[in-house]
Nanobody, 119 residues
Framework: QVQLVESGGGLVQPGGSLRLSCAASGRSFSSYAMGWYRQAPGKQRELVAVISRGGNTNYASSMKDRFTISRDNAKNTVDLQMNSLKPEDTAVYYC?????????????WGQGTQVTVSS
């Protein structure tokens, strides 16, 4: 059974930083891309960033200058370093596994972790 377990969410002030982590288990993810999506209240879920096994990345254009995705293939983990956070970054952040970094179909989802940016 595939499990994606996120951690690292919470409350942060505007301009602050957070690091999200996701640990995947239950199968081999060697041929999959791993990444993060987010969903704000009243909005559709959107791509944040995805990374291939080889390190190729796909970022949402509005976040690529502030967020950095990384991956540890040996541990099946993917992290998201978020800097210069803004109130509009408030959302539930979901870990995801998909075939390719350009795919729009996600094969597996985590349960989500809340990120709140507020003073």
């Amino acid at each position: 059974q595939v499990q994606l377990v996120e951690s690292g969410g919470g409350l942060v002030q505007p301009g602050g930083s957070l690091r999200l982590s996701c640990a995947a288990s239950g199968r081999s993810f060697s041929s999959y891309a791993m990444g993060w999506y987010r969903q704000a209240p009243g909005k559709q879920r959107e791509l944040v960033a995805v990374i291939s096994r080889g390190g190729n990345t796909n970022y949402a254009s509005s976040m690529k200058d502030r967020f950095t995705i990384s991956r540890d293939n040996a541990k099946n983990t993917v992290d998201l370093q978020m800097n210069s956070l803004k109130p509009e970054d408030t959302a539930v952040y979901y870990c995801a596994v998909q075939r390719l970094i350009i795919d729009t179909i996600v094969d597996y989802w985590g349960q989500g972790t809340q990120v709140t940016v507020s003073s």
